[in-house]
Each structure stands twice: as structure tokens, then as C-alpha cells.
């Protein structure tokens, strides 16, 4: 059966639409009072949110490293903190930016690419931030909270080679959590949470953002037959 | 325009066009209750942005492309979404015809549709809906000659469907 035909047959439903559907007007009315409901605003909310938490951490780290200054083992672990929640502020602003400019009044190539882009770099944001982050925020975390809080020298109560030796694990964590999340997540079938993270961890999501904006370039490019 | 007058415009428009609606969700969602929730993100999205029509293109235009845009991003995300249960009166979209009561053709129609993917699932239903080439290259953000082209294979693609069938 040629489309043209099923188009016709379409249309006469269509005409039907009319007396068979019906809108609920006191639900129509209630729709504006849920202004915070959509996923993309609440994104965009949670992203300001994370961004201006992370501010705080700045202006302590900030504090810490003028403080000691001249003692590069205090110095160098709160610089590697404040590199990674600097980093964490400017993608969470980043993400904001993109989700705030999303306007779906405009061409839905457009926005659908938007969107896709936007998961992507959330995607990306959060491999990293979890991989990296079981690194900073542990032994270079203790040493700077140590000083910072109670002046207790880290090196001192604890063995230089404890300190070597869980940074060193840190490090090896990440390789070693990207190939356990391929080789394990799928078969994660009975913890949907836990299979999530480990997708996440894998990069299948980011995998799969990409392919999206591939065949978003497909449908957008002109091809002849 | 006082605030009333605004919403009484749009519930207005919005009643017009309720079919755009309809369509927009049946032609994403497969279940009563994820069609109900698309209908009222739709709504929603609808409303949030009325203030931004200005009546340089067709509300029917406007409404298909928040419509498709919202419903595009609803059916990647449903797989990770909350699934809501709406009672009878809960549900701002009721139909006494459902598509599986559909005749033949069209069900048939509504199963091709579902085997395309997201972007084609819009240009399809805004074909059959008789917009213009024009129209839909403008919904969607694309040339005119793509929009030809795309139907042409659409096109191809149905009539294997059904050779396909029939054989």
C-alpha cells in the first residue's frame, strides 16, 4: 500500500479527531503553576546550585595554599583539589549556560542537537568527577583537612609510604574501575543503580550520546539518492 | 493583555489544536500512561513559551515544533523516567477512539512509524498532517530538497513494508 493512500486514510481519521478527543480544561489551567516540573530546568537549577556550592571550597582552598605557600607538601595536595573543584565549577556553569539557552520554540534539528550535546558533556563531567574524584578526595583531601582543621602534620602521624601507597592505588583505580565497569556491567541486570554507574564508568552513555549526534548530522545532511 | 486574557488565548489556540497533541503523543509513546505524561509536558512547555509566539508563523507550526521537540527529548529519556499511573481524572488528554481500535490501515501506519527513528517519527507525521515541504524543512531545521528526499525513502521503505506482509 503506497503512503499517498495511507495519507488520505489519515486525514479521515483526523476528521474523526475532533468530536473524539477532549481536553481537561481545569488541568490545562493547573499546567502553569508547575514551573520547576521539567527535567531540563530542574538540570539547570541543580547545575547553579553545584556551582555556587563549589565556591565555598574555593575560597577555603585559596586561604590554605596562601597560607603555606612555602610548604609545597600542604601547598601541592590542596592545588590538586583546587584544580579539580575549579574544573567542577566551570562545567557545572557550562552545563547551566547550555541548558538555559535551550529553547524549544526553535528548528528541532537545532535543539536536539543542543540537547545531545548537553548530555554528552554531562556525561563526560560525571566519568571524570567520579574518576578522578576518589583520587583528590582522599589522601590530598586528608592531608589538607588535617593542617587546615586541627594543624595535625599528615606526613607525621601517618607513614610516607601509607600516603604512597593509597595515592598510588588511587591512581591505578582508574584504569582498573573503567575495565571492571566493561567487563561487568552488563551483566549488572539485578542492581539497575549499580549498572548505571558502571555504564557511566564504561563511557557506553557517552558512546551512545555521540551515535545520537551522528545520526542527528545524518538526517540534517542532504543526500540524493 | 491581563494574565487571564493570555491564558484564555492560549487554552483557546491550544483546543483548536488539540489533534496536534494527540498525534505528537501517540506517535512516541506506546502506553496510556506515558502518552499522558507527554501530553502534559507538552502542555506545560507550551504554556512557558506562549509568551514568545508572535504570530510570525502559523500556531500550528509553533505547537509542532514545541510539541515534536519536547516529545523527541521525552522518548530518549523514557527509559530512565519515573513512570507515572494517571487516574480518569488526572488525564488532561482523553480520547474515546485509542489507536489500537484504530482501522487497519492506520495501525499499520502507527507500526512503521514505530520502527523509525525520532526525527523521521516528526517529518512522517508532519507529511501525513499535509503540511507543505516548506513548512516541515522549517519545523524541522532542514532544506526543502532534504525533506524530499526523505519522504521519497519513506515512501520506498512503506511499500517494502507492506510487500512485506503481503508475502
Given amino acids: ?225 | 493583555m491581563t494574565a487571564s486574557d493570555l491564558q484564555k488565548t492560549f487554552q483557546d489556540r491550544v483546543e483548536q489544536h488539540k489533534k496536534i497533541l494527540y498525534k505528537v503523543c501517540n506517535v512516541y509513546c506506546a502506553d496510556r500512561d506515558s502518552r499522558e505524561d507527554l501530553a502534559q509536558e507538552i502542555m506545560f512547555q507550551l504554556w512557558r513559551s506562549f509568551w514568545k509566539f508572535d504570530g510570525r508563523c502559523q500556531f500550528s507550526t509553533w505547537m509542532y515544533r514545541i510539541a515534536l521537540n519536547v516529545a523527541i527529548s521525552f522518548f530518549r529519556s523514557e527509559r530512565t523516567r519515573t513512570r507515572h499511573v494517571f487516574s480518569d481524572e488526572e488525564r488532561l488528554l482523553q480520547a474515546v477512539v485509542e489507536p489500537d481500535r484504530q482501522p487497519e490501515e492506520i495501525q499499520l501506519l502507527y507500526e512503521f512509524i514505530a520502527e523509525l527513528d525520532p526525527l523521521s517519527r516528526a517529518l512522517i507525521l508532519l507529511y501525513l498532517d499535509g503540511n507543505q515541504y516548506q513548512e516541515i524543512a522549517e519545523i524541522l531545521g532542514i532544506s526543502e530538497t532534504n525533506v524530499a528526499t526523505k519522504i521519497s525513502r519513506l515512501k520506498s521503505r512503506m511499500k517494502q513494508k507492506v510487500g512485506t506482509k503481503k508475502g
Avoid at chain 1, 15 to 37: F, G, P, S, Y
Avoid at chain 1, 47 to 53: E, L, P
Avoid at chain 1, 111 to 126: G, P
Wanted: contains cysteine.
Fill in chain 1, 1 to 225: 500500500m503506497e503512503l499517498d493512500i495511507l495519507k488520505e486514510k489519515w486525514a479521515e481519521q483526523d476528521r474523526k479527531l475532533d468530536t473524539c478527543i477532549r481536553l481537561n480544561q481545569r488541568l490545562l489551567v493547573a499546567v502553569e503553576t508547575h514551573r520547576w516540573r521539567t527535567p531540563l530546568r530542574l538540570f539547570a537549577l541543580f547545575s547553579g546550585m553545584g556551582a555556587f556550592m563549589g565556591l565555598i571550597p574555593l575560597m577555603l582552598l585559596g586561604q590554605f595554599i596562601y597560607a603555606h605557600w612555602t610548604e609545597p607538601r600542604f601547598a601541592l595536595p590542596a592545588v590538586a583539589l583546587d584544580v579539580w573543584v575549579i574544573a567542577y565549577v566551570a562545567a557545572s556553569i557550562r552545563q547551566m549556560a547550555m541548558a538555559l539557552q535551550i529553547d524549544y520554540n526553535k528548528p528541532i534539528v537545532l535543539i536536539q542537537k543542543q540537547i545531545e550535546n548537553l548530555r554528552a558533556l554531562r556525561l563526560r563531567v560525571l566519568r571524570w568527577a567520579l574518576l578522578t574524584g576518589q583520587l583528590v578526595w582522599w589522601i590530598p583531601f586528608l592531608v589538607v583537612m588535617l593542617k587546615g582543621l586541627w594543624n595535625v602534620d599528615a606526613y607525621k602521624i601517618l607513614s610516607l609510604r601509607f600516603l604512597i601507597v593509597n595515592l598510588a592505588l588511587g591512581l591505578a583505580l582508574i584504569p582498573a574501575a573503567v575495565w571492571v565497569s566493561r567487563k561487568f556491567g552488563d551483566r549488572m541486570d539485578r542492581s539497575p543503580a549499580v549498572q548505571r554507574l558502571m555504564r557511566e564508568l564504561a563511557g557506553y552513555n557517552i558512546t551512545a550520546a555521540s551515535d545520537r549526534l551522528a545520526s542527528i548530522a545524518e538526517f540534517q545532511q542532504e543526500t540524493n539518492d
